[in-house]
């Protein structure tokens, strides 16, 4: 079993910057591709960003190209969203997730673990 927590949402003028992190617990991330989503009130759970067990294939949103960075750090058994040039249509609570596989899928239901999800909020 994984349990993820994200971290690092909160309030952000529009430009601005957040970097988000998953850290994972109950055991290691080895093998795992994980993810990242986003659901706006009264929308689907979106697909924002994937990373793939190696690092080595990452996958992201048209909408956050360019803009968002994902990346994992094996020591720390964590996933970071880093968001940079923050819009008002980024707001959402955002998701981390593990899919028991080591390559990255944009796919919601391909995803075995999630984490509680953290409000990013960019004003304008």
């Known amino acids: 079993q994984v349990q993820l927590v994200e971290s690092g949402g909160r309030l952000v003028q529009a430009g601005g910057s957040l970097r988000l992190s998953c850290a994972a617990s109950g055991r290691t991330l080895t093998g795992y591709a994980m993810g990242w989503f986003r659901q706006a009130p009264g929308k689907e759970r979106e697909f924002v960003a994937a990373?793939?067990?190696?690092?080595?294939?990452?996958h992201y949103a048209d909408s956050v190209k360019g803009r968002f960075t994902v990346s994992r750090d094996y020591a720390e058994n964590t996933v970071y969203l880093q968001m940079n040039s923050l819009k008002p249509e980024d707001t959402a609570v955002y998701y981390c997730a593990a899919k028991g596989a080591p390559w990255a899928t944009t796919i919601v239901a391909e995803h075995d673990y999630w984490g509680q999800g953290t409000q990013v909020t960019v004003s304008s």
């Open positions: 990373i793939s067990w190696s690092g080595r294939s990452t």
